[in-house]
């Protein structure tokens, strides 16, 4: 710890994962963070994510690779197909070979499952501490500081702030004030028991069935004992963003001329959870003075390259490297950390859009897609990989703007 980091305070607000990533970067060096969590609880809802090679490299950099391994279900490969007709569009090998290129797995998760191997390390260091029913609604900050008030007025006074409050970001809208975009794409989310999903779709590989306007993903959880179901679809009302209990009933109605193969997963949950989606247009500036933000907050992004968490981990762990850098002068820091972490969740964010007409395209677009990887070899598909899979903690202040 340098004598500039001693005594030094910091406030993450959220608890989610990119929170406790950025918490745990801070306190590794030294810093003492104050976490601040709106919920009775720190903990994630949700289901399943998907863990590629870059999110394991930020992981490792922050302490807790080998917990995250201990809970993922590791995969043998990626596959595209056609929700019509049941053909494969595309399959991606990730078992050694693609170790082999990227130093890391590709994986899927809990939710809950990746949030405690972080939280576990949050709770043991001693530089952490929480404060739950804490829903921060404003920030102000002069020469010495930032200080925020929660919804009792009650204030809370540190060297800086990181904003890690999602899409709804109350720091985001004290830092830049712009509007969430609503997508109109309304996705489902729910977990199956192994007994209850059908056996010949208990495949150890996330699977995408790519229809028109829809699309369906399964994967394994919990070695094998439970499913992840996911679907999406262009929502024919008019969306507001946000999560509530969802109906069999909507989701059916949706998926009608899809190939029986996939259908039938759509009767198999008990419950769904809901999403109406948002995302944000990129902007050039992340961060003001003393207060930044990460993750959702920073960059809410649709889920069609399955990297929201990915790249929140590696923000956090680009966000420390950042305030190492620069010996904790934190304004400083934050101009670096966004330097490099602005254009690159850009790109994810545009390409996750992309991903998403891909997936859902219809008609002449259709045959187009499904030509699109016709005889790419697995090299071809990890070099398109390799901007996005191949990203290392030992390089994320490649290419930083320093002003």
């Given at each position: 710890m340098s004598e500039t980091d001693k005594g030094r305070r910091v406030l993450v607000i959220g608890g989610g994962i990119g929170g406790l990533a950025a918490a745990?970067?801070?306190?590794?060096?030294?810093?003492?963070?104050?976490?601040?969590?709106?919920?009775?609880?720190?903990?994630?809802?949700?289901?399943?994510?998907?863990?590629?090679?870059?999110?394991?490299?930020?992981l490792d950099a922050l302490g807790v690779g080998e917990a995250a391994r201990s809970r993922a279900v590791f995969t043998d490969y990626l596959s595209l197909r056609d929700a019509l007709d049941a053909k494969e569009i595309a399959h991606v090998d990730v078992s050694e070979p693609y170790r082999a290129r990227f130093g890391n797995p590709y994986a899927v998760i809990h939710r809950a499952d990746i949030h405690l191997s972080i939280l576990e390390a949050v709770k043991d260091h001693p530089l952490i501490q929480f404060r739950t029913n804490t829903q921060v609604c404003t920030l102000d900050q002069d020469a010495n500081g930032v200080t925020v008030t929660d919804q009792h007025g009650e204030r809370y006074s540190a060297d800086a702030v990181i904003g890690c409050d999602g899409v709804k970001s109350a720091i985001r809208n004290a830092l830049i004030g712009d509007a969430h975009r609503v997508t109109g794409h309304v996705v489902y989310r729910a977990v199956v028991d192994v007994e209850n999903m059908p056996k010949d779709l208990q495949i150890n590989a996330p699977v995408v069935w790519a229809g028109p306007h829809c699309h369906l993903v399964h994967y394994p959880l919990r070695g094998g004992r439970q499913y992840n179901l996911v679907v999406t679809f262009h929502s024919r009302e008019k969306e507001e963003w946000g999560v509530r209990e969802g109906s069999k009933q909507e989701v059916l109605s949706y998926f009608e001329g899809i190939h029986p193969l996939p259908h039938q997963m759509l009767d198999r949950p008990t419950s769904w959870k809901r999403w109406a989606t948002a995302d944000r247009d990129p902007v050039e500036r992340w961060s003001d003075g003393r207060a930044t933000v990460l993750g959702d907050a920073a960059h809410p992004m649709t889920q069609y390259l399955a990297q929201g968490a990915c790249q929140a981990l590696e923000d956090a762990v680009t966000l420390g490297a950042a305030v190492a850098a620069t010996d904790g002068d934190f304004e400083a820091a934050f101009k670096l950390y966004e330097s490099v972490r602005i254009p690159r969740t850009a790109r994810v964010l545009y390409s996750a859009r992309e991903m998403g007409r891909i997936y859902h395209a219809k008609g002449v677009e259709r045959l187009v897609r499904n030509s699109l990887w016709v005889d790419r070899t697995q090299e071809q598909f990890y070099d398109a990989l390799a901007w996005l899979h191949g990203w290392r903690a030992e390089d994320c202040l490649d290419g930083a703007v320093q002003g």
């Open positions: 745990l970067a801070l306190a590794r060096q030294g810093i003492r963070v104050q976490l601040l969590e709106q919920a009775p609880e720190i903990q994630e809802i949700g289901a399943g994510i998907q863990l590629a090679a870059n999110a394991f490299n930020a």
